[in-house]
């Protein structure tokens, strides 16, 4: 089955600032990942790499300080640590169909193969190394037909989905698809009943869960 183009993208402030590279690395991976799936970005981000390519081709140079050249130069010179080289992971066909390049290698290993966290009996997620922000980076998994339970935001949480789908108050979200909720927004994604939903996550804050037995389980249920 061909996978459609998506039809929820991330904010156009976040596909500005990933083409003039100043999102932090999170978001940024996870605006890539979105690229990987979605042609309509892709070219929004030519375009926008176009016109700041153009915008600085036409800046006059500034001179550069005395001595900047020889004290650059010097630099090279310098020892410094070697980066080890990371050990290559022979994916499985499961994990490269799901997880698209720019998020792959962050996982350090196959899908089935992943320590996963329980978060309740038909949810699993997955927190990821990703940068040196504040922000949290995870991968969600949801059996099908399950709900991850009604939540709000303190900060903003940009949610990609990878494989399956998921439907709340705001619409039905399939693979390649971005939702990005922000602290108005109290909401109880549900995956749809044909697969199970995996989905990556950043979140800016904080999720508190909403609801009477929601409130009693946040000191226990961190999603």
Not at 71 to 84: S, V
Not at 195 to 213: A, H, K, M, N, R
Request: net charge negative.
């Amino acid at each position: 089955m061909t996978d459609t183009a998506p039809t929820f993208h991330p904010e156009s402030e976040a596909v500005l600032a990933y083409a003039a590279g100043g999102l932090d690395e999170a978001h940024a991976v996870l605006v890539a990942t979105h690229l990987a799936l979605c042609p309509r970005c892709r070219a929004e981000v030519a375009r926008l790499e176009a016109v700041g390519g153009a915008l600085t081709a036409s800046i006059e140079p500034a001179p550069m300080s005395a001595g900047a050249l020889a004290a650059t130069l010097a630099r090279l010179d310098e020892p410094g640590a070697e980066p080890e080289p990371s050990a290559a992971v022979a994916y499985d066909d499961e994990t490269l169909h799901a997880i698209p390049a720019p998020l792959r290698d962050y996982l350090g290993g196959n899908l089935s193969g992943l320590p996963w966290k329980w978060r309740g009996p038909t949810i699993r997620e997955l927190p990821l190394s990703i940068g040196s922000g504040t922000a949290r980076a995870t991968l969600i998994r949801v059996r099908p037909g399950a709900a991850i339970p009604a939540h709000t935001h303190a900060g903003t949480e940009a949610t990609l989905v990878l494989r399956g789908a998921y439907q709340d108050a705001t619409g039905r979200f399939g693979r390649g698809d971005v939702e990005t909720a922000s602290s108005d927004l109290d909401h109880r994604p549900v995956a749809t009943a044909d697969s199970e939903c995996i989905c990556f996550s950043v979140i800016d804050g904080p999720l508190s869960l909403t609801g009477p037995i929601g409130r009693l389980l946040n000191p226990f249920l961190k999603i």
